[in-house]
DNA sequence: TAGATTGTTAATCGATTAACAATC
DNA sequence: TAGATTGTTAATCGATTAACAATC
């Protein structure tokens, strides 16, 4: 779902290819660590378990990225991802709770070498307010909506209790944020021009245990 | 990708489709908590922003849950939905990393209200091995192996750095997990018989990012 | 040059949707 | 009974793959 919103029609991108982007981003980069130049679409797609066509029908939707014979070149390939997913500039992205998660989101250092930075933390627990976390200044939930307004924030982690969550995206929403990453179990009702993605760790393990044998399982009975 | 390997064909309902039973049983558990008794495709569907069609024919791939006119009895569909992903019985679960994202794991309630108990964590950090963790006693990763086969630890979550991910991937799928939910941003490899979901929230902001405009972006030239 | 690999086309495959008879 | 909604079929839509001419 692209839940874009801008009503471009026109030759769009199917949705599943741009998700697929920061994955081969992802794994070009890990390559580029190890010391390699070039790699073909059959090399990344043995990584990442994808047919190579499949890569290069993908690529072939921005433009044209490899030569033949010799395939990629991962630092210009790099490159040029970076800026269709338009990472050419850092992001900066707000975190609404500052429990476990909040503050465990807030020493991440993953963020910052792929294009984010952690730039407020909010919580509504006035004995956080004030303390400083990786950097950043823990602010009250009643400064919200100014921070945003006067930073133009577009994007926003929310790290809040499930009972919390609708009420903090409707804020967010309401002073501009565009992106959502939402860590709460619930679904959060946005407008359409507002995208957001969930983060829920239960859904995940839940999919896999279907395929999980019973008979293998502990036996909680007694 | 199923990635179930039992190798058993039949008619084996697509895994796109399993994927999203999770989503409905959170949504459902979410209407039971406020008290509803009963809903449709279409309510359902609507609440999610689905079809309802999708979902009738989801759920036709495991039998008939519903009553024309009716709709669905909301506590039978959970129940159903429970049974269909073996969460009839608890999955005790292993973490790997104490780090700050390990600790958050270990102090996330929402693990144990579906389905889920933290039983067991790791790390090599002997400063912290033998501290309590919301009443998890952290153990030594050298005791991994020992503890992962003597208990029958088929699921594990891994908090760890991606230096060490596949290292501790290794090791657990030796030790039998059969179902592994990766923390680190790295493209794990395993035997075809282990399962592997991927949770990086960087992943899913730069397929956001794609989206959002450049002028908007905080400028930082200067 | 010979070998390798791209970008693209057409075919295949699979998933979603629309429609409706059945029936509560 | 009349209205609502299911489960299912067939049609549509979209994504993946196989194949290959172009060319490095």
Redesign the pocket.
């Known amino acids: 779902m692209p839940a874009n919103g801008n009503g471009v029609s026109a030759p769009s991108i199917?949705?599943?290819?741009i998700g697929?982007l920061p994955i081969y981003l992802r794994a070009l980069t890990y390559m580029s660590s190890e010391g390699k130049l070039t790699?073909?679409?059959?090399?990344?797609g043995e990584h990442l378990g994808?047919?190579?066509?499949?890569?290069?029908?993908?690529?072939?939707h921005f433009?044209?990225?490899?030569?033949?014979?010799?395939?990629?070149s991962i630092p210009y390939l790099v490159d040029q991802l970076k800026s269709i997913l338009n990472l050419d500039v850092e992001w900066r992205v707000a975190v609404v709770g500052a429990g476990f998660l909040g503050h465990a989101l807030a020493h991440y250092n993953g963020f910052l070498s792929r294009g984010f930075r952690i730039s407020w933390i909010f919580d509504s627990d006035t004995s956080k307010v004030g303390h400083e976390m990786n950097g950043v200044i823990v602010q009250a939930m009643n400064e919200l909506e100014e921070t945003i307004k006067r930073e133009g924030t577009q994007i926003a982690l929310i790290a809040v209790p499930a009972s919390m969550a609708q009420e903090v995206t409707d804020r967010l929403v309401a002073a501009g944020v565009q992106s959502i990453l939402n860590y709460a179990p619930i679904n959060l009702r946005v407008p359409p021009n507002v995208q957001v993605a969930h983060s829920d760790p239960v859904v995940q393990l839940q999919h896999m245990t279907y395929y999980l044998a019973q008979d293998q399982r502990v036996d909680t009975r007694e």
């Open positions: 199917p949705d599943i290819v697929r790699t073909s679409s059959n090399e990344l994808i047919s190579s066509a499949q890569i290069r029908k993908d690529l072939s433009g044209e990225f490899g030569k033949q014979g010799t395939g990629y």
